[in-house]
């Protein structure tokens, strides 16, 4: 039950996560400062990515690589940002999740814990108890051999005469 519910959720964060990464693409292109910004970093991206792309294919690695023009460069970074948000969600979903579930079992845990120490003391109580009858047990016995069955239960027969003897019927 929990991991459709958490299937769905996360369906659900993911798919409000694109229009706010959409806006912040659309925003991120507008104020002068952080398009420098994103300019710089597309232009790096798109330096590593051409140079990896080059040695996969086993081009020469040394050659210079022409910068992308500002609006390539600037639609780049904004893509670039609009993935790295929405990833960045999902891993603040999925981590999220993991602490949760974490804190779950270590709940558990502590229940297990607590049964098994209830447990424990239990059979320790009984042990105990046990103890204590097996002594009971071994006084009765020490009295039973020392008195007989009879002085045991305080079974004399206080009015029988010793002399008489049972007649025969």
Known sequence: MALPVLKLGTLALKTLSKPIASRLKQQAGLHPKFRNFIVSIAQANHRVTTTMQRRIYGHATNVEIRPLDEEKAVQAAV???????????????????????????????EVRRQEMEQMRERDEALAREMESLKSKIQELEQLARGRGLAG?????????????SPTPA
């Open 79 to 109: 893509d670039l940002l609009g993935e790295v948000f929405v990833f960045s969600v999902a891993v603040a979903a999925l981590y999220f999740e993991v602490q949760r579930s974490s804190r779950s079992e270590a709940k558990k845990e």
């Open 152 to 164: 045991v239960f305080n079974l004399r027969p206080s009015h029988v005469e010793e002399s008489k």
